[in-house]
């Protein structure tokens, strides 16, 4: 059976109640004034920020960036190992951390002390699938968002029995970990990639079916350049349902999809697309919109592998010249060495395979994200119920 509760529709074994009642909500105290070498940069304890919490997906606090100074350490509020922690205010507000190192707390964390009746990291769970709910319902408003410890304290917590709490812990506990793996095999890939494109486009490593020389060639002397013009997206009114997608050279790499039916680049592929302003590239090799006119779409001469290009441009050390567009002037005078035809292709086939397992472990990830996500919904409100092995 379930029933209607503060925290929603529970099991009839669950309670719910507020944050407040199961233990005392505090805010951190920065010492003042701040950045004063009086207080700060210190040896004396670790000082922990809403960067620290945020840096990363772990449950755990480790490790710090700051340290204080004794002086700092009685003007701060200290916390105990075990202590679950959240942050209070700006972008990043809503993220869960477990400290397990004793240390202070600047005024952007709150913390829930003295639990009870809860176990820590079942709250750090339930706290953290509700991030993103305290930034869109609790703490919007005019100026930065805040959520303070009245929000926080007046916020329903559903409790399950202790022993299912633990249980539920330790399951989502084990995606974590099965996430955490993969993310460190994404790295060595990655990683293996990055010393592997370098044996290859210096020459210290080479198949043996080659061993012609290297010719030296400007950037411009191999791609050419199109204005992204007429590709650019009308509306910005994206939808995930939509077919094509809109391209920037950043990291975002794909903004959004449109609908829109006119003006979709599909000639000449694959192609770099190149951030005229930062520098940054992207290869691809489908067809796309643009967002930006800030940005050049390269394509290969005859003769050319556009992806061994592409691999080379990645290894250029250039020191970007101010806000100016790059390419025309500078950075297609940049210089790489180019091998002939054939060795251009299988070194890029070689790129490409590494390429391929680095994509099936990022979709890995996300679908074991995914899959977490939708499981913690079930098991945080009774949905899905665990079993619990008898004492």
């Known amino acids: 059976m379930v029933r209607k509760t503060i925290a929603g529709v529970l099991p009839d074994e669950w309670k719910g109640t507020l944050i407040k009642n199961i233990c005392r909500v505090v805010r951190g105290s920065s010492p003042r004034p701040a950045g004063s ?95 993103q709910y305290f930034r869109d319902v609790i703490a919007p408003g005019v100026g930065q968002p805040n959520l ?31 996430i955490t793996t993969t993310e460190q095999l994404l790295a060595n890939s990655q990683q293996q990639k990055k010393v592997l494109r370098k044996q290859l486009l210096t020459g210290k490593k080479r198949f043996p079916e080659f061993n012609g020389k290297c010719e030296r060639k400007e950037l411009g002397e191999l791609l050419e350049y199109k204005q992204p013009t007429p590709y650019l997206v009308k509306s ?10 809109v391209l920037t050279a950043g990291k975002t790499f794909i903004l959004g999809y449109t609908n829109e039916l006119e003006g979709i680049y599909r000639e000449k592929l694959p192609v770099i697309i190149f951030d005229d302003f930062t520098t940054d590239s992207k290869f691809v090799d489908f067809s796309f919109k643009v967002k930006s006119s800030a940005m050049k779409i390269l394509t290969a001469r005859e003769g050319v592998s556009i992806k ?20 025309i002037s500078i950075f297609s005078k940049q210089v790489i ?20 397992e680095i994509e099936t472990l990022k979709q890995k990830i996300n679908h074991l994200k995914q899959e977490k996500k939708a499981l913690m919904q079930q098991l945080l409100t009774g949905k899905r119920r665990v079993k619990v092995d008898a004492a």
């Not at 202070?104 to 699938?129: F, H, K």
């Not at 910005?236 to 997608?245: A, G, K, R, S």
């Not at 180019?338 to 391929?356: F, H, N, T």
Request: hydrophobic share 40%.
């Open 37 to 131: 070498p009086l207080f700060f940069d210190g040896n004396f304890l670790p000082w922990a920020t809403v960067a620290d919490l945020t840096n990363s997906d772990d449950m755990y606090l480790t490790s710090t960036k700051s340290m204080l100074t004794e002086a700092g350490a009685e003007r701060t509020r200290i916390t105990d190992p075990g202590t679950l922690m959240l942050t209070n205010s700006g972008a990043t507000l809503g993220v869960p951390k477990i400290s397990s190192i004793r240390c202070g707390a600047n005024d952007g964390i709150a913390m829930l002390l003295e639990l009870d009746g809860i176990v820590t990291e079942y709250a750090y769970y339930y706290l953290a699938s509700k991030t």
């Open 148 to 178: 303070n410890t009245d929000l926080i304290g007046d916020f329903p917590i559903p409790m399950p029995p202790l022993a299912e709490q633990k249980k539920i812990a330790q399951i989502l506990s084990s995606w974590d970990k099965a």
């Open 236 to 245: 910005t009114d994206y939808n995930d349902d939509y077919e094509t997608p």
């Open 308 to 327: 061994y290009v592409f691999e080379a441009m990645q290894m250029l050390d250039f020191n970007i010249g101010g806000h100016q567009r790059h390419w």
């Open 337 to 356: 060495a180019i091998p002939e035809i054939a060795e251009q292709r299988k070194i890029a086939a070689a790129l490409s395979c590494a390429d391929g």
